[in-house]
Structure formats: C-alpha cells, structure tokens
C-alpha cells in the first residue's frame, strides 16, 4: 500500500494511462473492434509501465506475454518472436564479452592506457568517451558490441577517478557511454538496426536503395556531431563531478594472467574484424558475436567459467528486450501499427508546398511511432505509407523516408531502444539515471536540433 506522502508523478500518470486502456476496452470502438480495443489496451499497460518503471521491465513484459496470450489475440510463436531475434543473443554474446574482459582484467588494463589521455579533467574525460563511441560506430555495425566494448572500460576509469557506485561521476559515464555507443550511430547507415529495417523495407516495398555517403551527409552533422555535443552538455550539467588523482591499477587488474587477456584480445580482435567487416561475408553481426561467446565459454580455452557466467547473465534484461520485440510484432500484426500511421497522416497539416510543417509533421510522425511500437519497428510500420505521404506532401520517396530517421533517432525513453538499456544494465547503473538525459536530449532535439536540421536539409537542396 501506498501512502499519500510516497505517491508520485509516476503514480498519476500510470493511472491514467490505465484508466484509459479500461475505457478501451469496455467502450470498444466500433472501428477497432473488440479484439483491436482489447490489444490497444494491453498495449497502453504495457508502454505506461515500461516509462513511469514503477515495476522491473521484466514484469511489464511477462505481462504482455501473458494478457495477449491468454486473450487469444495473437499466436505463441509472433508473441515470443523476440526470443528468437538476433538482437536477444547479441545481448546474450555480450554479457559473456563483458564478463570476459572483466574476469581477466583487460577493462583496468585498457582503462590504464587511456587514462592519461581522458583524465585531466572531467569534461575531458565525458567529452573524450563521447568521441570514442563515435569513432567506433564506424567500425562496428552492433550498437549492444560497441557498448560491450566501452563499458567496461569506462567503468574502470570510473573506478581510476574515484567515482564510487550511484556517484555522479560513474552515473554521468555510464549515461554517455550509453548514449554515446547508440544515438550517433542512427546517423551511420549500416551501424543500428532501425537503419537496416529502413533500408530494407525500402528496398523490399518500394525499389530504393540508400546510399552511405549521402545518408550520412544528411543526417550526421546534426543528428551524429551536434547531438553528441548537446547530450555532452547534458551530462555535465546533470551529473556534475570532479575527477581525483587517477589511482592505480585494481588488484583484478594486476593479478590476473598475462594468458587469460591474451586469449580475450584475441578473440575480440577477430571479432571486431568479423564484424567490421559483414557486408562480404554476410554472417549476422549476432551469430559473430555467439561463436565468441562460445570461445569465451569453451572448457579449456575460455576464461569465464559457470559461476561467472552465471552472475553475468541478466534473464530480467532479455526478458524486457524480448517483450518489446512482442510488443512492435504485436502492433503490426493487429493492424494498430497501419492505423496508428493512419490517424496520424488525416490530423498532420500535410500539403504540396508547405515544406516546414511537411517535415515536421512527418518527423513527429515517425518520433510518436517509435514510442508506441518502439524504435526497431517504426520503420516497418511506415514505411509501407510512403508512397500515399510522398503523394500528400509533394516530396519524392527518397526524401520522405528519410524523414523517418530525424523521428525514431529522437528517444524519449530507454525501452524504446534496447542498447540503452542494456548499456545502463552492464555499468550497474540504474536506468532511471539515464532518463534523467534522454527526457530534455528529446525535448531539445524537437525543438532545437529538428529546426537546425530542416535548414540543412535546404541548403542541401533535399526540400
């Protein structure tokens, strides 16, 4: 029970959101019918949940799972769909990554090389781990691989600067990092999974293939450079620290093996190759990722043993991403994802010739889809309405589809993008500090950045 004193924003807003979904459901519309009503219900529970994380994720998702299943409204095999995805053993491979360069000490031996370069001061040191994660969204195609990577290494620079546990130090690291590994990255063509579903439902539905360099012209210096400078000043103000004199290497550091680093570091040097290099070869970035884990696992050749793997393998987190991989398959295979778009396109101002309030429109268009079917399936979900949009705002397929990028790379919470959270769940860090900067960084990038961004996309002639 709660008492008045501890109920909160949060608290009312759930309410509300539950109070709606009721109303769904014994007020049904006649246009949704009862099993439409009943799915936008469980929905709107499901989504009011996941934001307000007055429950674990987890349980938001058993939920989910177990409404739309009792209900009858969709089959088992498209409500666990998610389990079978590639992004659900990309997590698993990565916590068994990340385990590794832990269990071994290569995140403080790391950490001790860059430290001289980041730890002068802490707007350095944010700034400096922002730039890396940039950098590195060129070379790796998996946002959850570059977290995999830079997280534990920033965590052992946390650990150098004497940033304790739930300091604003490890909690502004763990938030830049996050972000850094991830939001960049939707402005890199091959290097985040909603890109890939955009291109290819382009390609599949429609004959338009995208091209890297003029995707990244487009879209990088204001969704890749001036974001990241923006969440930089973001961080700093929210999690102001001071960094102390860099302390030493950790003892895990310089007791372990020589051996153990060695098979880490070679094993992720091939995996890096493996995925920097997935367009000849063809092999999912997921499948790279779980023949390391194996390695990592092997009896004899790996170094994380049961007890370790154990520890580092989070269900609650899969269970979570899983949930929302069901909760997009849900969306599209009720027709709400079609009628969503739908409702959307006859209340926007939409007409030949207004460009400003066309890309506008068309950008909270595809920001609003992304919070209610969750950032991987907007695309799917829009892009089969590009040739009526192109029709009702005079612009060519081309550009209207790329408008789609300006509005699902806008993130208002965490569960809309599982690398977020499982960036925030390998620090240890809480993912509501994370809210604390994806809430104003999509606030700013609406109103700031999306205007910015519209007058770059006339200087290029693309309006």
């Known amino acids: 029970?709660?008492?008045?004193?501890?109920?909160?924003?949060?608290?009312?807003?759930?309410?509300?959101?539950?109070?709606?979904?009721?109303?769904?459901?014994?007020?049904?519309?006649?246009?949704?019918?009862?099993?439409?009503?009943?799915?936008?219900?469980?929905?709107?529970?499901?989504?009011?949940?996941?934001?307000?994380?007055?429950?674990?994720?987890?349980?938001?998702?058993?939920?989910?799972?177990?409404?739309?299943?009792?209900?009858?409204?969709?089959?088992?095999?498209?409500?666990?769909?998610?389990?079978?995805?590639?992004?659900?053993?990309?997590?698993?491979?990565?916590?068994?990554?990340?385990?590794?360069?832990?269990?071994?000490?290569?995140?403080?031996?790391?950490?001790?090389?860059?430290?001289?370069?980041?730890?002068?001061?802490?707007?350095?040191?944010?700034?400096?781990?922002?730039?890396?994660?940039?950098?590195?969204?060129?070379?790796?195609?998996?946002?959850?691989?570059?977290?995999?990577?830079?997280?534990?290494?920033?965590?052992?620079?946390?650990?150098?600067?004497?940033?304790?546990?739930?300091?604003?130090?490890?909690?502004?690291?763990?938030?830049?990092?996050?972000?850094?590994?991830?939001?960049?990255?939707?402005?890199?063509?091959?290097?985040?999974?909603?890109?890939?579903?955009?291109?290819?439902?382009?390609?599949?539905?429609?004959?338009?293939?995208?091209?890297?360099?003029?995707?990244?012209?487009?879209?990088?210096?204001?969704?890749?450079?001036?974001?990241?400078?923006?969440?930089?000043?973001?961080?700093?103000?929210?999690?102001?620290?001071?960094?102390?004199?860099?302390?030493?290497?950790?003892?895990?550091?310089?007791?372990?093996?020589?051996?153990?680093?060695?098979?880490?570091?070679a094993i992720l040097l091939v995996t890096l190759v493996l995925w920097m290099t997935d367009s000849l070869h063809g092999i999912n970035a997921a499948w790279v990722g779980l023949g390391a884990a194996v390695l990592l696992l092997s009896p004899g050749i790996g170094v994380v043993n049961p007890p370790a793997f154990k520890q580092s393998i989070d269900f609650g987190l899969l269970l979570f991403v899983a949930g929302a991989l069901a909760l997009g398959a849900v969306v599209g295979a009720s027709g709400l994802g079609a009628r969503l778009g739908a409702f959307l396109t006859s209340v926007l101002p939409l007409a030949p010739g207004n460009d400003a309030a066309n890309f506008f429109s068309l950008t909270f268009m595809s920001f609003f889809t992304g919070m209610f079917t969750t950032v991987p399936s907007a695309p799917a979900v829009l892009t089969p309405m590009a040739g009526d949009l192109a029709t009702l705002t005079g612009y060519g397929v081309m550009t209207l589809l790329m408008t789609q990028v300006v509005g699902f790379s806008t993130v208002m919470f965490p569960y809309q993008v599982g690398p977020l959270v499982v960036a925030m769940q390998l620090s240890g860090e809480k993912l509501d500090h994370l809210v604390k900067v994806t809430v104003p960084l999509a606030l700013i990038t609406l109103l700031v950045l999306v205007p910015i961004d519209f007058l770059w996309w006339k200087l290029l002639g693309w309006l």
């Open 1 to 265: 029970m709660f008492s008045p004193g501890q109920l909160t924003l949060r608290h009312f807003i759930l309410a509300a959101v539950i109070l709606a979904a009721a109303t769904l459901v014994f007020v049904s519309p006649t246009e949704l019918g009862r099993s439409g009503s009943l799915t936008l219900a469980i929905v709107f529970v499901t989504l009011g949940l996941w934001a307000t994380a007055l429950v674990p994720n987890y349980f938001a998702s058993l939920l989910l799972f177990a409404a739309v299943l009792i209900a009858g409204l969709q089959p088992a095999p498209l409500v666990f769909s998610g389990f079978a995805s590639a992004a659900v053993w990309l997590i698993i491979s990565g916590f068994v990554i990340g385990a590794a360069i832990n269990a071994t000490g290569l995140d403080s031996r790391l950490a001790g090389i860059i430290a001289p370069l980041l730890t002068s001061s802490y707007p350095r040191l944010i700034g400096g781990l922002m730039l890396a994660s940039m950098l590195l969204g060129f070379l790796m195609p998996s946002s959850v691989g570059r977290a995999v990577v830079m997280i534990p290494i920033g965590m052992a620079l946390a650990d150098r600067c004497g940033f304790a546990k739930g300091s604003n130090g490890r909690i502004g690291i763990a938030a830049i990092l996050a972000i850094g590994c991830n939001m960049p990255s939707f402005a890199i063509l091959p290097s985040n999974i909603p890109n890939m579903v955009l291109a290819g439902s382009a390609e599949t539905i429609l004959g338009v293939r995208f091209g890297y360099t003029d995707y990244l012209f487009l879209h990088y210096p204001v969704l890749g450079i001036l974001k990241a400078v923006v969440t930089v000043a973001l961080v700093l103000a929210l999690f102001p620290a001071k960094v102390e004199a860099p302390r030493g290497a950790t003892v895990a550091a310089a007791t372990s093996g020589k051996t153990g680093q060695g098979k880490v570091i």
